[in-house]
């Protein structure tokens, strides 16, 4: 079994003892089991699926930090998670819709607001994504 915390600034967003999780980093998609070399990563927008006696739990979340240390520990630190049974599909679609209107307006935008409308559209994609997945699972 691994130990697996998800933590933003809100808090613990999911804590327990699972059999493996599978999240999305810069370099492509990690799947962490039991015994796994200890690592680092940076995490990408996208979908957290977690393996608990056989049962998947699904997660959107915004960018952060992988760790797996030794003796099948894994904290996941993320900007933003969030549970898929709690996303609001149609608050998720709006906000992406409003973030590719304002990205439309590039020419008006510094960088850096760019690349935070940017990373928001990210996290709306993948909030979208897990959302629906689950509503068509469920």
Excluded: C
Excluded at 83 to 108: G, N, V
């Amino acid at each position: 079994m691994l130990l697996l915390k998800i933590v933003t600034p809100d808090g613990i967003t999911y804590e327990s003892e699972i059999d493996q999780v599978s999240v999305s980093t810069q370099n492509g998609e990690i799947t962490v089991l039991q015994n796994h070399i200890p690592l680092i990563s940076v995490l990408k927008a996208g979908e957290i699926r977690i393996l608990k006696s056989g049962h998947e739990v699904d997660l959107a979340v915004s960018s952060g930090v992988l760790e797996v240390r030794p003796h099948n520990e894994v904290y996941i630190l993320a900007d933003t998670a969030e549970r898929a049974e709690h996303i609001d599909l149609e608050r998720a679609e709006s906000a992406r819709k409003r973030a590719e209107e304002l990205m439309a307006q590039k020419q008006t935008l510094e960088d850096v607001e760019f690349a935070l409308l940017q990373a928001k559209l990210e996290k709306e994609l993948a909030r979208l994504k897990v959302g629906k997945k689950y509503k068509n699972i469920r």
